[in-house]
């Protein structure tokens, strides 16, 4: 079979990036531009900026992925974009860079969902098998899904409130890191201990997750000990508040792997880049005998990989998008 080489497109929060995927698991060129250090001065993400700086940026881009994979346009076979979920004025910029592309080439559109890309980046170098679990950990969302095939998913359970990255972000910032805060708690969490006992997220059967009690108990610790003029140990919080988020997580993972009997797991989303979580996972799958699935660091946070990797069995089917395809700011996988 010809090889089938998608130029794929991702805007949707603030990183600018464009990558040419051949047959939804071999990276032939990826260009990553983030905003990270400008939106870091005003401690999250400034949807307004950030859109404006994918207008400023996408061009260079993809001139940028282009030269490093020595083609054309004229070489893809689709055009690929996240059109969902995300920062509506981050993403529309993707797509209607995306439509002209389209357009202008004569090269189907195809329009991919950020979170199933986030998924899809497990099928990088074709690691992604079925049926598996797949625990998508991201800013906006946490959920555990049921794979049995391409495109063929089943919500097990999600968030009822925050997700486990917003809440990773909003300690960081109570605390005094920077953003973003994920790694920065990740960082500090080394040099402490779990000293401070904090509330379990969700103490149910339920494949549900919640993370508002925990990051407001972290809140209310941290005031309270100002009000009393005692030092905060940051470390020591920082620790305590990851071991006690990954716990939940792997909580809810063991009784998907008992109650379903499924042995792979993959997991997605920003969150999966932290090396902790990923040790916890891999001993509780190392216990129940599963393979575990790691995305490389490189495509567990927003890229345009994974948009590609994603679109590739949509090319297959056939599943193309109109020219009137328009962002939408939320949705969910199933
Ligand atoms: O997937 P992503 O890049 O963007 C969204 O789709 O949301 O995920 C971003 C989230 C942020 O909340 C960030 O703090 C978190 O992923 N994150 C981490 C780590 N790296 C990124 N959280 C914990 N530990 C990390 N090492
Ligand atoms: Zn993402």
């Known amino acids: 079979m010809k090889d089938v080489n ?155 409130d925050d997700a486990i990255g917003e809440a990773f972000d909003k300690v960081a910032r109570v605390i005094g890191l920077p953003y973003p805060g994920g790694p920065n708690i990740e960082k500090l969490a080394k040099e402490g201990k779990r000293s401070y006992n904090l509330p379990h997220p969700v103490n149910d059967e339920t494949y549900n997750f919640s993370y508002s009690g925990l990051k407001s108990s972290v809140i209310n610790l941290v005031n309270n000990e100002k009000q009393r003029g005692h030092e905060i140990n940051k470390a020591d919080l920082a620790c305590s508040f990851q071991t006690t988020a990954v716990e939940e997580l792997t909580r809810k993972l063991e009784l998907a792997l008992k109650n379903t009997g499924i042995k792979n797991v993959i997991i997605a989303g920003g ?20 393979t575990l699935n790691l995305p490389e660091f490189i495509y567990c946070t927003d890229n345009a990989a994974m948009i590609g990797a994603a679109a590739y069995p949509l090319y297959l089917k056939g599943e193309f998008a109109d020219l009137d395809l328009n962002a939408e700011s939320t949705s969910s996988i199933c």
């Open 271 to 290: 969150v999966s880049a932290n090396k902790y979580l990923r040790g916890e996972i891999a001993k509780l799958c190392e216990k129940y005998d599963a």
């Open 6 to 160: 998608i130029l794929s497109i991702e805007t949707s929060c603030d990183e600018t990036s464009i990558a040419i995927v051949k047959n939804g698991c071999e990276v032939v060129a990826l260009t990553i531009l983030t905003q990270m250090d400008t939106h870091a001065n005003f401690g999250g993400v400034v949807p307004e900026i950030a859109s404006r700086m994918h207008t400023e940026n996408i061009t260079m881009v993809l001139e940028e992925t282009l030269r490093k994979a020595n083609m054309k346009v004229e070489d893809c076979d689709a055009i690929a974009v996240t059109y969902t979920p995300g920062l509506l004025g981050s993403l529309l910029v993707g797509i209607e860079f995306a439509k002209v592309l389209s357009y202008v080439y004569k090269k189907p559109l195809i329009k991919v969902n950020h979170l199933v890309g986030h998924i899809y980046a497990n099928k990088i170098d074709n690691k992604l098998k079925f049926p598996c679990l797949a625990l998508v950990i991201s800013g906006g969302h946490t959920e555990l899904i049921k794979m049995t095939g391409d495109y063929e998913f089943e919500l097990l359970g999600e968030t009822q």
